[in-house]
């Protein structure tokens, strides 16, 4: 009988800490805050990948495209961890503000943030925030490539990238979940 009560005891016991420690959608935000957010220009091919395209005599060519990176910093004081895993449920973007928007447009010509605008490619990864803990997310957003292509437009000058780079933070990361927007955090206030 010892033996019994003892084996349903840590049953109830498990049961307790599972229940207690168990994941889910983001569904209160004032326990997300995000620490820090940085941007990077790169093509560097180890964080953008490569394009395989055609050139011109119809063979396979290797292209780096440029990206503005941005990672993110969220810590999660819940006591469970949240989900930003899926991308049909939970979707993260930034709201630019209008120097962004402006630099934006004067170094592509459309407004990359925009995404019936972007005709060039963002990428994303999320994942899981522990409970009491912190996570890394990414955002980026091709930009061009170095060499001429028929897939990417080639990079603005320098001085134009460096604009769009010196107002990359000039702007709101939003979270939304189920179409909804949920979370906004100011990405300049992070430093």
């Known amino acids: 009988m010892k033996k019994f009560y003892l084996g349903f005891s840590v049953i ?70 949240m989900a930003l895993s899926d991308p049909v449920k939970t979707n993260i973007r930034i709201e630019p503000d209008k120097e962004l928007v402006s630099a934006v447009k004067e170094a592509i010509g459309s407004n990359i943030y925009k995404m019936d605008n972007n005709k060039l490619g963002v990428g994303m990864s999320t994942g899981e925030i522990p409970s009491k803990g912190t996570s890394k997310f990414t955002l980026n957003y091709t930009l061009g490539a170095k060499e001429k292509n028929n897939k990417l437009p080639l990079l603005p000058t320098e001085e134009k990238l460096k604009k769009l780079q010196d107002n990359a933070l000039k702007g709101t990361l939003i979270i939304s979940q189920d179409d909804k927007d949920i979370a906004e955090f100011r990405l300049d206030s992070s430093q």
């Open 12 to 81: 109830c016991l498990l049961f307790i800490v599972t229940a207690c420690s168990k994941t889910e959608y983001v569904n209160n935000v004032d326990y997300l805050k995000l620490q820090k957010a940085e941007v990077m220009l790169t093509d560097d091919k180890k964080i953008v990948g490569e394009m395989i395209v055609p050139d011109k005599k119809n063979k396979s060519k290797r292209i780096v495209p440029t990206e503005l990176h941005y990672t993110f910093t969220m810590e999660n004081k819940s006591n469970n961890s």
